[in-house]
Nanobody
Framework: QLQLVESGGGLVQPGGSLRLSCAAS????????IGWFRQAPGKDRAGISC???????KYADSVAGRFTISRDKAKKMVYLEMSDLIPEDTGVYYC??????????????????WGRGTQVTVSS
């Protein structure tokens, strides 16, 4: 059974850091792109980062230079390291999968499975 479970969210002060985790049970990460999406209060969900089966990574302009996506294929885990957090980073963070052995990925690409999300709040 394919399942994505996010963890690591919480309350953090502006300028702080968090690491989100996405446990991808049942997935062979050699065949899936994993993306991180964010839904800010009152806004639509939007892609912010992705990592392809070939370790190609891409970031939305709003997080480039502050966030880093990585993965551990053996553990079936994908991580999102977030630093220099700002209040605008507040939202529910989701990981999602895209099947296909693609070299590249898109931050708002088509997805086939979603996790339930983890809340990140950046506030003093």
């Amino acid at each position: 059974q394919l399942q994505l479970v996010e963890s690591g969210g919480g309350l953090v002060q502006p300028g702080g850091s968090l690491r989100l985790s996405c446990a991808a049970s049942g997935f062979d990460l050699d065949f899936y792109t994993i993306g991180w999406f964010r839904q800010a209060p009152g806004k639509d969900r939007a892609g912010i980062s992705c990592i392809s089966p070939f370790d190609y990574t891409k970031y939305a302009d709003s997080v480039a230079g502050r966030f880093t996506i990585s993965r551990d294929k053996a553990k079936k885990m994908v991580y999102l390291e977030m630093s220099d957090l700002i209040p605008e980073d507040t939202g529910v963070y989701y990981c999602a999968s895209t099947y296909g052995r693609y070299i590249y990925c898109q931050v708002d690409g088509q997805t086939d499975h979603w996790g339930r999300g983890t809340q990140v709040t950046v506030s003093s």
